[in-house]
């Protein structure tokens, strides 16, 4: 809804989801058949100033403290699931960066802007959105930094 109300152009993707799968963002790629840094995933730190949502692509994990960093602070920790999915509305595997419930300080790997559109989860499982990088940053007023690693 977000990118509608933006006028945002986009593409939703379903794909079948496999409720036994545990890499969401993999299954995701697999299913669509777009490459593995394309295909972003959406992940919930904990900082010394609370929440705080990653983007990056599902072909790495997260630099936590170059997430940290980007945001001006020492240290940052995964977020419990259940603290998670409270605060952003969506189930882990299908949590989307827009349209939490609460919009949290956001920072997008910069690897997103070496394409012309990426993939991210749409809100629920076996849902992606394809769009934009720019459209995302902008939505999301995030930051953009070197957060991934390889993995």
């Known amino acids: 809804m977000a990118l509608t109300k933006a006028k945002a152009d986009f593409t939703l993707h379903p794909y079948d989801h496999d409720p036994n799968a545990q ?6 790629a697999d299913a669509l058949g777009v490459p593995y840094d394309r295909i972003f995933k959406t ?7 609370g929440l705080v949502v990653a983007v990056v692509p599902v072909s790495g994990k997260l ?6 960093s980007a ?3 020492k240290r940052a920790a995964m977020a419990d699931a259940a603290k998670v999915e409270r605060v952003t509305g969506y189930v882990v595997g299908g949590i989307s960066p827009l349209g ?7 920072v997008v790997d910069s690897s ?7 993939y991210f989860s749409a809100g629920r499982r076996g849902l992606q959105i394809e769009t934009a990088p720019d459209k995302l940053i902008t939505l999301t007023r995030a930051a953009t930094a070197p957060i991934g690693k390889a993995g």
Request: glycine share 8%.
């Open 63 to 68: 630099d936590l403290k170059a997430l940290a």
């Open 43 to 49: 992940l919930v730190a904990e900082t010394e100033s």
């Open 112 to 118: 997103a802007l070496d394409h012309e559109t990426i």
């Open 100 to 106: 939490q419930r609460k919009q949290l300080p956001t």
């Open 23 to 28: 890499a969401y963002g993999e299954e995701a």
């Open 71 to 73: 945001l001006g602070g």
